[in-house]
């Protein structure tokens, strides 16, 4: 069964970077067809991060392109966040999710990360 | 960006009764592949977002069958045909045809 899991800070100072990763178990990182990051501000709804597929490409929201960095490292079989920069607005729950068989098929439990110093 | 629009924000439902909720998208979610990626997605009360449907119509693994996906274009339904306790939470739709990837607002079914 496949399973991800986000690890990482709870908590990072304003203007610094968020950094978290996602590990993948019961599957091969290399065989999927991409991963993904999405966040959920506290008592609101989902925003899409970015993407990577397969072929290394990445694919980011427009809103934060400037300031994000997905990679993957199939040796640990995980996937990376980099998020620049951040302010109280960057607070929320960060998911990572796969497209194995389609778009964000399965997700990890999400973790909290708070700005703030 | 593609805008989704739920409606309604909210639908209490009585046990064992059905519950519709709509989904418009601002752009056709027709892709040049020629499939329509339009998914709903579960999130139960302090849990992760959970796939139900993908591609209009198709169940993902586990999914029961009470829960059904219609529509096309720009304009798309998801529909629970008896409610259980264990279906109360938001729902979420997605359009994965164009980036930004963009989700609806949520929809809230809860129990009468």
């Known amino acids: 069964q496949v399973q991800l899991q986000e690890s990482g800070p709870g908590l990072v100072k304003p203007s610094e970077t968020l950094s978290l990763t996602c590990t993948v178990s019961g599957y091969s990182i290399s065989s999927g067809y991409y991963w993904g990051w999405i966040r959920q501000p506290p008592g609101k709804g989902l925003e899409w991060i970015g993407s990577i597929y397969h072929s290394g490409s990445t694919y980011y929201n427009p809103s934060l392109k400037s300031r994000v960095t997905i990679s993957v490292d199939t040796s640990k079989n995980q996937f990376s966040l980099k998020l620049s920069s951040v302010t109280a607005a960057d607070t929320a729950v960060y998911y990572c999710?796969?497209?194995?068989?389609?778009?964000?098929?399965?997700w990890g439990q999400g973790t909290l990360v708070t700005v703030s110093s | 960006d593609i805008v989704m629009t739920q409606t309604p924000l909210s639908s209490p439902v009585t046990l064992g009764q059905p519950a519709s909720i709509s989904c418009r998208s601002s752009?056709?979610?027709?892709?040049?592949?020629?499939?329509?990626?339009l998914s709903w997605l579960q999130q139960r009360p302090g849990q992760p977002p959970r796939l139900l449907i993908y591609?209009?119509?198709n169940r993902f693994s586990g999914v029961p069958d009470r829960f059904s996906g219609s529509g096309a274009g720009t304009d798309f339904t998801l529909k629970i045909s008896r409610v259980e306790a264990e279906d109360v939470g938001v729902y979420y739709c997605?359009?994965?045809?164009?980036?930004?990837?963009?989700f609806g607002g949520g929809t809230k079914v809860e129990i009468k």
């Open positions: 997605m359009q994965a045809t164009q980036f930004p990837r963009t």
């Open positions: 999710a796969s497209g194995i068989i389609t778009v964000f098929d399965y």
């Open positions: 591609k209009i119509s």
């Open positions: 752009q056709s979610l027709v892709h040049s592949d020629g499939n329509t990626y």
